[in-house]
Structure formats: structure tokens, C-alpha cells
């Protein structure tokens, strides 16, 4: 069971917006910087968020990140074919001395 | 250009140690603030955190895995190896190296490809 949690899908047709939550703890998102990372089928997750709401160059601007108290959400706007793909987000969590992830969440796109 | 890339055995038996080697390169392990940690993910299943080292040698690890994990560097050759104890089949994933950039508070900015290891007598 991870210690941040995230729906276990969302879905939306192309062009429209989604949103992934992050809720977590004052232990974690509450004290540290999230990152979220995308995972296309069978490759290695790609950092498209990191410190909350920046994003990496080369990231288009569709994805965006933001926090607020023990939560955190990743918005896609304009909605690809191509962002069908799990999406986790990560934080250092301080009362355990070590990074976590969320289970993850899958994009479908309708 | 950043690169890392994972190396080690396919096929462990169940009891056995397993090494892992991260071989990186355009970055070393001695400039102050980077930071390259392992993460695994069992097939079909989500991403969990191992360790992480320091450019300093400091050290963290997962306090589920902490028994049984070590993580070490070679700044030299450029490299970070895990080793894990005991191994399960529960313990078949695929594994990844990552880095954090020096300029980042928080965030792996940088993978390897993954290298899949099966745990199976």
C-alpha cells in the first residue's frame, strides 16, 4: 500500500483536460517538493514535474503541476493519443527517511 | 548528454545476492549535490524506491529493504552498485537507476532503461 495515493485511472477524449490528484501526508507532500513522472508501456519513467511545478526542458507546456497543503495534481491539457501512459508522483517523505511513490494512475485516452 | 545504463544477471536463484551495476556517463558522482538512487517495479506493478546515494557517500535506503541492501560508488569508473540479499521471486522486477540533478531540490530527472532481473530456482 503506498503512502500517496492516486486514482487508479482517468480518462477523457482528445483535446479535452484531466487531472491526477496526489494526497498525502504533513510527513510527505506536506514537507517536500513532488515530482511526477510518466510512464509509456514499456519504457522507463520520464520526469515531467519536478519541485511541484516546474517542468524539465523539452516537457511541453500541456503538462503542469501544482500543490497545495498534503496534495498535490498534475494537469494535461489538450489531451494526445500519446499520453496514454501511467503517471506516479513521488516525494521525499521525512518521517520514513526515504523517497515514495504513488500506485499510480493510468490515462486513457477515450 | 546524460546517460545511465543497468547491468547485471537476468536469472538469480532464490537465497541468492544479487548485484546490480549503473554505469553512467556526463556527469560524475563527486560533484557536489548529485545524487543517483535505485528504483524497481515488479511487472505490472508500481514503482517502489530502494536506496539513494550522495555525492558525499551519504546513504538512505528503503526501511523495508534496509536489511538487505547496500549501495556503494565507484567514482573512478562511474558507477553505483546495489547489491540485495536473500532474494525472493517476490523480488523479480524490473530495475532502475536514476539521478538526481544537482540543481534539483527533489526528482529523478535522469534513468537508465531498466535491466529485468527474474528471481526463479
Known amino acids: 500500500q503506498s503512502v500517496l495515493t492516486q486514482p487508479p485511472s482517468v480518462s477523457a477524449a482528445p483535446g479535452q483536460t484531466v487531472t491526477i490528484s496526489c494526497s498525502g501526508s504533513?510527513?510527505?507532500?506536506?514537507?517536500?517538493?513532488v515530482s511526477w513522472y510518466q510512464q509509456l508501456p514499456g519504457t522507463a519513467p520520464k520526469v515531467l514535474i519536478y519541485e511541484n511545478d516546474k517542468r524539465p526542458s523539452g516537457i511541453p507546456d500541456r503538462f503542469s503541476g501544482s500543490k497545495s497543503g498534503t496534495s498535490a495534481t498534475l494537469g494535461i491539457t489538450g489531451l494526445q493519443t500519446g499520453d496514454e501512459a501511467d503517471y506516479y508522483c513521488g516525494t521525499w517523505a521525512k518521517s520514513l527517511g526515504a523517497y515514495v511513490f504513488g500506485a499510480g494512475t493510468k490515462v486513457t485516452v477515450l | 548528454q546524460i546517460t545511465l545504463k543497468e547491468s547485471g544477471p537476468t536469472l538469480v536463484k532464490p537465497t541468492q545476492t544479487l548485484t546490480l551495476t549503473c554505469t553512467f556517463s556526463g556527469f560524475s558522482l563527486s560533484t557536489s549535490g548529485v545524487v543517483v538512487g535505485w528504483i524497481r517495479q515488479p511487472p505490472g506493478k508500481a514503482l517502489e524506491w530502494l536506496a539513494l546515494i550522495y555525492w558525499d557517500d551519504d546513504k538512505r535506503y528503503s526501511p523495508s529493504l534496509k536489511s538487505r541492501l547496500t549501495i556503494t560508488k565507484d567514482t573512478s569508473k562511474n558507477q553505483v552498485v546495489l547489491t540485495m540479499t536473500n532474494m525472493d521471486p517476490v523480488d523479480t522486477a524490473t530495475y532502475y537507476c536514476?539521478?538526481?540533478?544537482?540543481?534539483?531540490?527533489?526528482?529523478?530527472?535522469?534513468w537508465g532503461q531498466g535491466t529485468l532481473v527474474t528471481v526463479s530456482s
Open positions: 504533513s510527513s510527505d507532500i506536506g514537507n517536500g517538493y
Open positions: 536514476a539521478r538526481i540533478p544537482p540543481d534539483w531540490s527533489s526528482g529523478y530527472g535522469d
